[in-house]
């Protein structure tokens, strides 16, 4: 958990300082600014996607995925979250509630979906080496930064999903670790990829609405899906 700790830690710390001088920060150079991440995240998300070693199990873990995740409601419920929390922190004449969610949200999933959080939280909590976890932390300060100047509040309340999120990898890394294979986390890491890209596109360069959040679930099934293939 440590590792995890420290990623709270620099998310917290890179997103007060993106709030305290985002106001001195040009609205050209922040939506430029966000365009490059959006951009680069869309990048690496591409980047991922091309470990798939079957590209149909990517496909079957989002629609699976994706189909559980609208019938529970993932996205309705960090939606609904960030809206408690806005009206929970916010003033009351702040008119962004918007842009704080969409800061929540965008934050969380990008903080929270990658193999450099599956593999950084298992080596951390199997082994207490949170290295690469701290690398991790270092990016996801600069994001935040970057984020808040540009989203606001809602930024620094993603650590809560990373608190739960990775955290809770960290605790059951010894079970998950047992179970995963080199396929698995290369299905699983492309899968994050498509997450990832159509965060991009939804929230980062905004081009069409995408409700991402939903398609979380995805990350679970592709590696339950390499395990029932290798059965036959």
Same mark, same amino acid.
């Given at each position: 958990m440590?590792?995890t700790f420290?990623n ?6 890179g997103g007060?300082?993106g ?19 959006g ?5 690496m998300?591409l ?9 149909? =199990? ?6 699976i ?6 019938w529970?409601?993932?996205? $309705? ?5 960030g ?8 003033k009351? &004449? $702040? $008119?962004g509630s918007?842009?704080?969610?969409r800061?929540?949200?965008t934050? @969380?999933?990008?903080?929270?979906v990658?193999p ?7 080596? $951390? ?6 290295n690469?976890l ?5 990016? &996801? ?5 970057a ?5 606001g509040a809602?930024v620094?309340? @993603? ?6 999120f ?10 998950l670790n047992a179970?995963?294979t ?5 299905e #699983? ?9 159509g #965060?991009a ?5 905004? =081009? ?5 959040g939903?398609?979380?679930?995805a990350?679970?099934?592709a590696p ?5 293939? @290798?059965?036959?």
């Amino acid at each position: 958990m440590t590792g995890t700790f420290l990623n709270i830690a620099t998310v917290l710390i890179g997103g007060f300082i993106g709030l305290v001088f985002g106001a001195r920060i040009p609205e050209k150079l922040k939506s430029t600014v966000v365009a490059g991440m959006g951009l680069f995240t869309a990048a690496m998300g591409l980047q991922m996607f091309m470990s798939a070693q079957n590209p149909l =199990i990517v496909l079957g873990a989002l629609l699976i995925g994706t189909l559980f995740g609208e019938w529970v409601g993932i996205e $309705d419920g960090l939606q609904n979250l960030g809206k408690a929390l806005e009206q929970r922190f916010s003033k009351e &004449d $702040d $008119d962004g509630s918007n842009k704080f969610v969409r800061g929540f949200l965008t934050a @969380s999933l990008l903080f929270c979906v990658g193999p450099m959080t599956i593999l950084g939280s298992i080596q $951390d909590g199997l082994t207490g080496d949170y290295n690469l976890l701290a690398v991790k932390a270092a990016l &996801d300060g600069f994001a935040a930064m970057a984020f808040a100047s540009t989203l606001g509040a809602g930024v620094l309340f @993603s650590t809560i999903v990373i608190f739960v999120f990775q955290g809770g990898i960290s605790l059951f890394a010894a079970q998950l670790n047992a179970i995963a294979t080199p396929v698995m986390m290369d299905e #699983l890491s492309a899968t994050g990829g498509v997450i990832l890209l159509g #965060l991009a596109i939804s929230s980062l360069l905004e =081009i069409k609405k995408i409700r991402v959040g939903n398609m979380l679930p995805a990350l679970a099934v592709a590696p339950i899906l390499v395990w029932v293939l @290798s059965l036959f």
